[in-house]
Nanobody, 124 residues
Framework: QVQVVESGGGLAQAGGSLRLSCVASGRTFSNYALGWFRQAPGKEREFVAAINWSGGSTSYGDSVKGRFTISRNNAKNTVYLSISSLKPEDTAVYYC?????????????????WGQGTQVTVSS
């Protein structure tokens, strides 16, 4: 069983920046495929970003390309999501997702473990 815990959400102003963190348990973190998804009020959960085991390959949802950056630190069992030029439409609960065996995964069903989510609210 892998425990997944997100942090770093909160209230931010439009145009600002934020960095979310996600810690996942397990001795084989360096093998994990990692991803971020988000769910805005009244909307379905959508893919935001994904990173492969080494950090050498990433993928982003169309709505966040150029503003969001996913990265990982395998020594700290942590994946990050850096968000710049925040927009009110970035307001959502952000979820970290983990799969023990995978490369770049962009679909919800491909991930086995999920965190509880962290709320990001962007004010205009």
């Amino acid at each position: 069983q892998v425990q997944v815990v997100e942090s770093g959400g909160g209230l931010a102003q439009a145009g600002g920046s934020l960095r979310l963190s996600c810690v996942a348990s397990g001795r084989t973190f360096s093998n994990y495929a990692l991803g971020w998804f988000r769910q805005a009020p009244g909307k379905e959960r959508e893919f935001v970003a994904a990173i492969n085991w080494s950090g050498g390959s990433t993928s982003y949802g169309d709505s966040v390309k150029g503003r969001f950056t996913i990265s990982r630190n395998n020594a700290k069992n942590t994946v990050y999501l850096s968000i710049s030029s925040l927009k009110p439409e970035d307001t959502a609960v952000y979820y970290c997702a983990v799969d023990e065996y995978g490369l770049i995964l962009t679909r919800e069903y491909e991930y086995e473990y999920w965190g509880q989510g962290t709320q990001v609210t962007v004010s205009s």
